[in-house]
């Protein structure tokens, strides 16, 4: 286990700094932050001369690359465009975010694992039908369709819930924008429960289980599930990266004032400082969530463990 | 000869033998060898019985391959044929679209913005007065291509970077691998909302490009799982054995063989591709007008959406139309080559 844990760690060394790095190169290889800074005036070249020395945007791709990432490891992720440090910025906007992705993440374990569940125990019957024609028409539907459709009918429409999300963004009003930004990766979780749940209904440890007298509901819950969770697990880390990109869409359709909100502001406005830190603390946040996944993964599945 | 006849299984007939010789050309007929060599036929004739034991097999002289399988599987599957004909459609529209519509999406009348339908224009007119029909129509070329050429870019991409890991493995494995994990640590709405947002210019191809950048990982995992599969398999230690050279080995041997996942999770990709592109479009960093599209005509239409539904439903419609078009078909074709789920 421990010598998992270490490759495991050793490996997302490379890809942190690669993955860092090319966000980095983009956003500077491809857009000019002191011109963006005018707007579209164009900048006295004089003006515009000092602060790229300021800036430190003289120095090679390289050197500004590592003292972003000296920043970063100290806490510091530069200033915005405005003047406010980018990680007060993150500070205020990431717990916003933080609460609708696990209300969305709450739906997407309790409501497709349980979809998924409910359509493998009944594979080829009208639930487990129902189930699959359900999930492919919320796969193709975009979330941002969805979102509106939802938001007119729950929010506009009927009433029922909030339109928009106020200020402080409290859970209740967040249970809309939660069941849009889950839906589709709901719909994909449900699938694969389903499969692997019909896959391992027939494997011999199961009826082993069967044939030694234990409950239905044991069987199910301590035999078959802990089994067929394992790849579930897999996807749900993958997909927090899916949630994350999924948060932009949904926050400008309900006005949720989180990360979303922030980095397409700063996308809009060439605000490079916010974009990449915000990018930078959103991609870490999935490398660790998939690390994690990892390691939860060799706990599940002593195969891996002793590989 | 003929003493060996009974010991043969019935379904496999003389093909067996034919193919037999035609991997071992010079199979020894003489004197103690006789026997060997038909023992060894008989292992062979016997092994294709218990690995494919579908019960296709069975029922028909000859064995097919998966393709073959597959293609019979599928012309009888229901879903396969509505997802097909729909796709046909989407194509033919895609193309000709002046067929169907003789508006120009490009021809707008302000006094009109946002009009209901009405007869003649039955999807209506959205906010500069544009004919909801003709857009929605026209609009089908831009998510289209996006979602075929961006899937052929991912498959083509990931097919060589991941096959080549697979084959090869060591330190050209390891650092395809963590080249892809690179690639795969940057979720790909958020990657595109960097990336786009810097490049003034974005075109089709631009999109494409950066959905091939940021996808190929997803393939290549597969591809590179498939290849070293069939590296193991015995067919390949056979060719090698024969002198058949790398590029031959992976061409000729193992590529037909790995090829099935990859265009299981290609085909599935593709529908989820065209959602990604009206999503770019939607945040504003995918296509620009004047390319017309569903995801830029459903971000116009959004914030009036209380007000005049139907300039977003019917492109959100026909985008969704198309998506589940491709993903049936995906599903469809995943069934059909995945023998596991039979």
């Not at chain 1, 739906?107 to 039908?129: N, P, Q, W, Y």
């Not at chain 1, 999930?135 to 539907?141: D, E, P, R």
């Not at chain 1, 301590?222 to 993958?238: D, M």
């Not at chain 2, 795969?184 to 494409?208: C, E, N, T, Y």
């Amino acid at each position: 286990m421990g010598r998992y844990v270490i490759r495991r760690l050793l490996q997302m060394i490379p890809v942190f700094i690669g993955t860092t790095f090319i966000i980095f190169a983009m956003v500077h290889a491809l857009g000019d932050p002191v011109a963006a800074l005018f707007g579209d005036k164009a900048p006295d070249p004089a003006v515009a001369a000092q602060i790229r020395q300021q800036l430190g945007l003289n120095d090679p791709l390289i050197v500004q690359y590592g003292n972003y990432m000296k920043g970063i490891f100290t806490g510091d992720l530069g200033t915005t465009f405005s003047g406010q440090p980018v990680t007060e910025l993150l500070k205020t906007a990431y717990p916003t975010t933080l609460k609708l992705t696990l209300v969305a993440f709450t739906f997407e374990v309790i409501i497709g694992i349980g979809l998924g569940v409910i359509s493998g125990m009944r594979r080829g019957k009208l639930a487990d039908t129902g189930v699959m024609v359900m999930t492919l028409i919320v796969i193709s539907i975009p979330t941002f369709v969805i979102g509106y459709v939802l938001q007119y009918l729950f929010g506009v429409k009927w009433g029922i819930a909030d339109a928009t999300v106020p200020e402080g963004a409290p859970i209740q009003s967040l249970i809309l924008p939660g069941i849009v930004l889950a839906s589709v990766s709901l719909a994909y979780v449900a699938r694969l429960t389903r499969t692997t749940i019909a896959e391992n209904s027939k494997a011999d440890y199961v009826r082993t289980a069967v044939a030694k007298g234990l409950p239905r509901r044991r069987v199910v819950t301590h035999h078959l599930l802990r089994n067929s969770l394992i790849p579930v697990i897999t996807f749900l880390g993958t997909d927090l990266g899916a949630l994350m990109g999924g948060a932009l869409v949904t926050e400008r359709i309900f006005n949720i004032h989180g990360v979303g909100y922030y980095l397409y502001q700063g996308i809009l406005r060439q605000n490079t400082p916010t974009v990449v830190g915000f990018v930078t603390v959103l991609v870490i946040v999935f490398l660790l969530a998939n690390l994690l996944v990892d390691l939860l993964y060799a706990v599940l599945d002593p195969r891996i463990r002793y590989a | 000869m003929p003493d060996q006849q009974p010991n043969k299984p019935n379904g496999v007939p003389d093909d067996a033998n034919t193919e037999l010789s035609s991997a071992f050309p010079q199979t020894p007929t003489l004197g103690a060898m006789e026997v060997e060599g038909m023992l060894e036929k008989e292992d062979l004739t016997h092994a294709p019985e218990q690995s494919t034991e579908t019960v296709a097999v069975a029922d028909r002289e000859v064995p097919r391959s998966l393709w073959q399988d597959a293609w019979r599987e599928l012309r009888h599957n229901p879903i396969f044929i509505i997802s097909g004909i729909l796709i046909i459609f989407l194509i033919i529209v895609a193309f000709f679209p002046g067929l169907f519509d003789s508006t120009s999406p490009l021809k707008c009348d302000l006094s009109k913005s946002q009009n209901g339908p009405t007869s003649g224009h039955p999807f209506g007119f959205d906010t500069q007065g544009c004919d909801v029909y003709a857009r929605t129509i026209y609009g089908a070329r831009a998510s289209i291509t996006v979602g075929v050429f961006a899937t052929l870019g991912t498959a083509l991409l990931g097919t060589i970077m991941g096959g080549l890991a697979g084959f090869f493995g060591g330190p050209l494995d390891a650092v395809i691998s963590r080249i892809a994990d690179i690639f795969f640590g940057i979720p790909i709405l958020l990657g595109g909302l960097v990336f786009l947002s810097v490049i003034p210019s974005r075109s089709i191809w631009i999109v494409v490009a950066f959905i091939v950048v940021l996808g190929w990982p997803q393939i290549a995992r597969i591809a590179r799982g498939a290849v070293i599969t069939a590296r193991q398999q015995d067919y390949v230690t056979a060719a090698r054995a024969l002198g058949a050279g790398n590029p031959r080995l992976m061409l000729r041997h193992i590529l037909p063989n790995s090829l099935a996942p990859i265009i299981v999770v290609a085909t599935i990709a593709l529908g989820t591709y065209i959602s990604l592109e009206a999503t770019l479009s939607y945040l504003g960093v995918g296509l620009k007008p004047p390319t017309v599209s569903w995801g830029i005509d459903i971000s116009a239409a959004a914030d009036t959406f209380r007000n005049a539904p139907h300039m977003l439903l019917f492109p959100a419609g026909a985008l969704c139309i198309t998506i589940l078009a491709f993903i049936m078909l995906g599903d469809a074709v995943r069934d059909a080559l995945d023998p596991k789920l039979r």
